[in-house]
């Protein structure tokens, strides 16, 4: 079946530095999303892309949908004690199912 | 209103017992899932509605019989469990025949046992 992986599987920060994360498949999606999850939570939607080579912000947050359809990235600028979380890229292609990567868990380095 | 609000929160359940969660939205999304999420793994699709109308069952154990009783109301009923059904189980939304909008509820802990 379709497979998302994602990496880093998990990054220690500074605060202050600028974090980034892949994802890449196999198979073609035709969308790219990016959730953030905090413990207890729901992940939450954070980017959605739905064109190949599209280049979206959102805050600090930059995510692109790669030109092959099969990889996406997410850079986060100036991190924020408040940007620790677990970051899970996911993919859209048909029938109504979306598919999890793995998930990036982001820390601040004391 | 652009929120999945899902209830109860926390649910301790015994293994003989029957129970349900409940997940609801406001937002005119006609397609509406549930997952399951076990602690450091993403989340798992166990159930899509569209329309109402059960679409995909991820080859779901009987044990967890989902309804969609309106558009904007998504259960799973819960009978028999065993602990390794413990989880956090999630309820989503989005238009149908795409993932726009796809927005996630808090979710509710279960524990089993």
């Known amino acids: 079946g379709q497979q998302l992986n994602q990496s880093p599987q998990s990054m220690f920060i500074q605060e202050g530095e600028d974090v980034s994360m892949n994802c890449t498949s196999s198979s073609i999606f035709n969308t790219w999303l990016w959730y953030k999850q905090e413990p207890g939570e729901g992940p939450v939607l954070l980017i959605a892309l739905y064109k190949a080579g599209e280049l979206t912000s959102n805050g600090r947050l930059t995510a692109q949908f790669g030109i092959t359809r099969k990889d996406s990235f997410l850079n986060i600028s100036a991190s924020i004690p408040s940007d620790v979380g677990i970051y899970f890229c996911?993919?859209?292609?048909?029938?109504?199912?979306?598919?999890f990567g793995s998930g990036t868990r982001l820390s601040i380095r004391p | 209103d652009t929120e999945v609000t899902q209830t109860p929160k926390h649910l301790v359940m015994g293994m003989t017992n029957k129970k349900s969660l409940k997940c609801e939205q406001h937002m005119g999304h006609r397609a509406m899932y549930w997952y399951k999420q076990k602690a450091k793994k993403p989340p798992e699709l166990m159930f899509v509605?569209?329309?109402?109308?059960?679409?995909i069952n991820e080859s779901v154990p009987s044990r967890f019989s989902p309804e969609c009783p309106n558009s904007s109301l998504l259960n799973l009923h819960l009978h028999a469990l065993q602990p390794e059904d413990s989880a956090l189980y999630l309820c989503?939304?989005?238009?149908?025949?795409?993932?726009?909008?796809?927005?996630f509820g808090s979710g509710t802990r279960l524990t089993v046992v």
């Open positions: 509605y569209s329309y109402e109308k059960l679409s």
């Open positions: 996911a993919g859209y292609s048909s029938a109504s199912k979306i598919i």
């Open positions: 989503a939304s989005s238009q149908a025949g795409g993932p726009y909008g796809y927005t």
